[in-house]
Nanobody, 121 residues
Framework: AQLVESGGGLVQAGGSLRLSCAASGRTFSSIYMGWFRQAPGKEREFVAS???????LTADSVKGRFTISRDNAKNTVYLQMNSLKPEDTAVYYC????????????????WGQGTQVTVSS
């Protein structure tokens, strides 16, 4: 699968952004999708994931503020981010797997190029 993220940018604390990830190259509806993020000097961190049937996992650090969803007809997965904080500043990566949908980055097969999210205080 090829993954292309969009929707990043600069936002003030308390604001919202919606990231999109368009997938191509295989049957989108059957693969697991996820979002990770990486801040400067830090390891890549799990944010959220979603199964083909719509079951989700969300990291405790963003639970209640971020929501992952998917539209199989559009081959797209979304990350709605509300109540953003400066500590959410990072490059956000879309990821996909044929077999795995939890929080270990090394087990995902496909990655997008990343989109920068910057939250100012």
């Amino acid at each position: 699968a090829q993954l292309v993220e969009s929707g990043g940018g600069l936002v003030q604390a308390g604001g919202s952004l919606r990231l999109s990830c368009a997938a191509s190259g295989r049957t989108f509806s059957s693969i697991y999708m996820g979002w990770f993020r990486q801040a400067p000097g830090k390891e890549r961190e799990f944010v959220a994931s979603i199964t083909s049937g719509g079951s989700t996992l969300t990291a405790d650090s963003v639970k209640g503020r971020f929501t992952i969803s998917r539209d199989n007809a559009k081959n797209t997965v979304y990350l709605q981010m509300n109540s953003l904080k400066p500590e959410d500043t990072a490059v956000y990566y879309c990821t996909a797997s044929n077999y795995y949908w939890h929080d270990e980055a090394g087990r995902y097969e496909y990655w997008g190029q990343g989109t920068q999210v910057t939250v100012s205080s």
